[in-house]
């Protein structure tokens, strides 16, 4: 499958750092006097980093994308340098993306002539950086994974009743969960049941977590209010492809400015190689399910 991706000129860039506050996944950082990008796997190909270039040093190539490989990657970074080693390595560490991280490790364990030895590689990606607290990136669209106490959720859900006023444990997997922030190949989209679920929906069902989104990774997307949202189709693409997800959940409400959702998850499962099976919600403004099936 093709899907977009930045690419900088670094004869022009001139390292100012002005397109590292447009990168909410810290994919972009400045190493070397030099922006690089640390990691493709976070990168959503958006572009917001571009305006912010004064040097017109940053572009989107589309091209053809394989699913995410480190190996491939890492070999690619070395040839950067042991910073931007370290700075990879720390991406996925930050990330949660401890498998991707041994990996690479493993990787360069083999090789010779590095110009330095793994043993600093490792001191370094897990030496807490206190410089720049922001330097990776916006800290409210970071990739958490939340660990969940599903006995607390099943204690709480028996005994919940319309008058209860007892907090009810969340069973949210993960963050962020906006389609526009998410990496579709994070650790916790793979082979997970997805939840896609129009922003009012939460709001308007009193059990969304407790019958709804237990035991589910979620993206959440207002098709009216969101821009840009031709993004969304290739996230849920690479999502069925590349992160091998088991099943798309779209949950919309009765308002006919909703349904454009549905088709957006439609039109992903035509694109992907891979065929899923596909739900419908539709949930009325009162909270209340007009019909549920299997599309």
């Not at 977009?4 to 860039?13: F, L, Q, S, V």
């Not at 990330?95 to 030895?117: K, P, R, S, V």
């Not at 607390?152 to 997997?173: H, M």
């Amino acid at each position: 499958m093709k899907r977009e991706i930045i690419k900088i000129d670094e004869d022009k860039c001139n390292g100012c750092g002005l397109c590292i506050p447009g990168c909410p996944e810290g994919a972009l950082q400045i190493i070397d006097g030099k922006a690089r990008l640390v990691s493709d796997l976070m990168c959503d190909g958006l572009g917001a980093c571009i305006g912010d270039c004064p040097e017109g040093a940053i572009e989107i190539e589309t091209r053809e994308a394989e699913p995410y490989n480190e190996t491939a990657v890492i070999k690619e970074i070395i040839k950067h340098g042991f910073n931007t080693v370290v700075a990879h390595l720390k991406h996925l560490r930050e990330h949660g993306e401890t498998a991707f991280l041994e990996e690479a490790i493993a990787f360069l364990e083999q090789q010779d002539n590095l110009g330095y030895t793994v043993v600093e590689v490792k001191q370094k990606v897990h030496e807490k950086d206190e410089s720049n607290a922001c330097s990776g990136g916006c800290p409210g669209s970071a990739p958490v994974v939340f660990d969940i106490d599903t006995d607390a959720v099943n204690k709480a859900a028996e005994g919940t009743s319309a008058e209860s006023t007892a907090d009810q444990p969340s069973t949210l997997r993960q963050w962020p969960v906006q389609m526009h922030l998410i990496n579709p190949n994070a650790s916790y989209f793979k082979n997970a049941d997805v939840l896609l679920a129009a922003d009012c929906t939460a709001f308007s069902m009193g059990n969304f977590h407790s019958k709804f989104l237990k035991g589910k990774s979620l993206a959440i997307a207002c098709p009216k209010l969101d821009s840009g949202t031709e993004v969304y189709v290739q996230k849920l693409t690479s999502m069925i492809d590349e992160a091998q997800i088991n099943t798309l959940h779209v949950m919309v409400m009765e308002v006919p400015c909703c349904s454009s959702l549905l088709q957006m998850a439609k039109m992903a499962i035509e694109n992907a190689d891979r065929k899923i099976p596909l739900k419908k919600t539709l949930v009325g403004i009162r909270g209340e399910i007009i019909s549920e099936e299997w599309v």
